[in-house]
């Protein structure tokens, strides 16, 4: 069973601070990932992709991605309130053609005003 | 535009009806999924269409039948559901199989009774 792991939390962090979200993945044949932001009673919102090592940048938030430790995170600098939600991080497993996404548990964000 | 559109936002059935959800997008995507997600869980995978063809069937019990009439559609249709059915129904597509930044529809709430 190809898997994802996500620290269910909450993870709590003071508004303006950098909120660190991680993921695990086993399928060492990934090649896709994702982070989703999901507020409560609405729907997943893509906010990054990263298909390469290294580090990703848009805005506030950074994906890094470490394929030989199978290894995802999500930085989210100066957090704010709005920020609050569950992150859920998505890998499309090998062999990569088929458009699944496998979606770990969600991390879930609380920033504090 | 990113916009996957779904409808009904709401709905509650019987266990003997038959209903339908549907969804659409106008992004010129050539796959669309069906995912359901239960409450504080992620979202798990049903149906993949590649092309408006049928490509991943997540081993979904048959009262759930899906269909793609063109490459802008996807309906699923509900009968004979159960109460532990009830569920959030989301709606994604992607550019394509190989390309999975999928784009999520606000999903159907079904409640069945």
């Known amino acids: 069973q190809k898997e994802v792991e996500q620290n269910s939390g909450p993870l709590s962090v003071p508004e303006g601070a950098i909120a660190s979200l991680n993921c695990t993945y086993s399928?060492?044949?990934?090649?896709?990932f994702f982070w989703y932001r999901q507020y409560s009673g609405k729907s997943p919102e893509l906010i990054m992709f990263?298909?390469?090592?290294g580090d990703k940048e848009d805005g506030r938030f950074t994906a890094q991605l470490n394929k030989a430790s199978q290894y995802v995170s999500l930085l989210i600098r100066d957090s704010q309130p709005s920020d609050s939600a569950t992150y859920l991080c998505?890998?499309?497993?090998?062999?990569?053609?088929?458009?699944?996404?496998?979606f770990g548990q969600g991390t879930t964000l609380q920033v504090k005003p | 535009d990113t916009e996957v559109t779904q409808t009904p936002k709401h709905l509650v059935m019987g266990m003997t009806n038959k209903k339908s959800l549907k969804c659409e997008q106008h992004?010129?995507?050539?796959?669309m999924y069906w995912y359901k997600q239960k409450a504080k869980k992620p979202p798990e995978l049903m149906f993949v269409y590649s092309y408006e063809k049928l490509s991943i069937n997540e081993s979904v019990p048959s009262r759930f039948s899906p269909e793609c009439p063109n490459s802008s559609l996807l309906n699923l249709h509900l009968h004979a559901l159960q109460p532990e059915d009830s569920a959030l129904y989301l709606c994604?597509?992607?550019?394509?199989?190989?390309?999975?930044?999928?784009?999520f529809g606000q999903g159907t709430r079904l409640t069945v009774v």
């Open positions: 994604a597509s992607s550019q394509d199989p190989m390309n999975t930044e999928a784009f």
């Open positions: 998505a890998v499309n497993p090998a062999p990569g053609n088929t458009g699944k996404l496998i």
């Open positions: 992004m010129g995507h050539r796959a």
């Open positions: 399928d060492r044949g990934s090649q896709s």
């Open positions: 990263i298909y390469s090592n």
